[in-house]
Structures are given as C-alpha cells and as structure tokens.
C-alpha cells in the first residue's frame, strides 16, 4: 500500500492534467479503487482546502481513508518527541504537525509515503527542521515522491 500526502496528489494534478494524461489517470483510479494507493485524513482535508475538483476526483473513486487512530497518534507523538518538538513549538522550516501524521498513518500502516517535498541534500543540525522525506527516513518510512512512483511502476503512458 501506498499512502500519499496533499503534495503529491496537489503536484500530480498540476503538473499532469487529466485532459492530457489520461492513461495516467485511469492508471491512478485503479489503483485507488483497488486501496492500494490510500490517503490519510489530513492529507485529503488538505487537498480538499487547495483543490476541490481532486479532492472530488478522488472521491469519486473507491478511496481507502486512513482515519487517525490510537496507533498513529502514539507514533506521531513520538516522531514529534523524537523532533524535539515541545510543547508544540514547531520550526517554520521543518514538518509541521499535519506531516507528522501523515508520516505517522503510513508507518503505521506499512505504506510507503508519496510526497513532494524535496529531500534536503544536506540535513540541518536542529531535528526540528528537517523535512518529510528525511523524517520519514530517520523513522523507517520509504518515501518516494510522485514522479519516482511512475518510474517504479514500470507503467508506459503514451
């Protein structure tokens, strides 16, 4: 399973419309009707306050919601603790409380996450302002953005 943040969803339907990709999309419709690519909550909150017509898009498919639980709210605490973070004094440069979660459902869930946001070449000093991609990596989720996610799945959509 994959589950993908607001990013990569935001950055596929900008940069790869439906009108001219739609092998692409009927691809991506499978795949979320099959559940094998899933959005957490706050993801897809957050897709729904940029871009209403994915946000129904995805709706209208057989979407699988990851509903923030127990679990993934005991992980996001300690991906927070692990941050540095306290008393809910993010960093403006790094993950905010929304990324933490997501990251939290995916490793809960086993699901590499589909993001976006750019790996930082060279990691700050200060946890707190690291981003997804290297959050994910300190905590054992593969993270992979939307484009590397095409290349893996081998898939020609000419």
Same mark, same amino acid.
């Given at each position: 399973?994959?589950a993908?943040d607001?990013?990569a969803m ?9 009108a ?7 691809w ?10 899933a959005?957490p909550r ?14 129904d898009?995805?709706?209208?498919c057989? +979407?699988r ?10 992980q ?21 409380e ?17 993001s976006n946001?750019?790996?930082q070449?060279q990691l700050p000093?200060?946890m707190?302002r690291?981003?997804?991609p290297a959050?994910?990596d300190a905590?054992?989720v593969?993270? +992979?953005s939307?484009?590397q ?6 898939r020609?959509?000419?």
């Open positions: 399973m994959l993908f607001a990013s935001i950055h596929a339907w900008d940069h790869y419309p439906i001219q990709f739609p092998r692409l999309w009927e991506m419709k499978g795949e979320v009707d099959s559940q094998e690519f959005f706050i993801a897809m909150d957050e897709i729904g306050h940029k871009l209403s017509e994915c946000f898009w995805i709706n209208d057989d +979407v919601i990851i509903a923030p639980d127990n679990a993934i709210v005991q996001a605490f300690l991906i927070k603790q692990g941050l540095g973070i306290m008393n809910d004094q993010w960093h403006p440069k790094g993950v905010d929304n990324d933490v979660m997501i990251i939290a459902s995916a490793g809960v869930h086993g699901a590499m996450l589909v946001e750019g790996r070449t000093p200060q707190a690291f981003k997804i959050v994910c905590h054992g593969v993270c +992979v939307f484009i996610l095409v290349k893996q799945a081998g020609v959509f000419g």
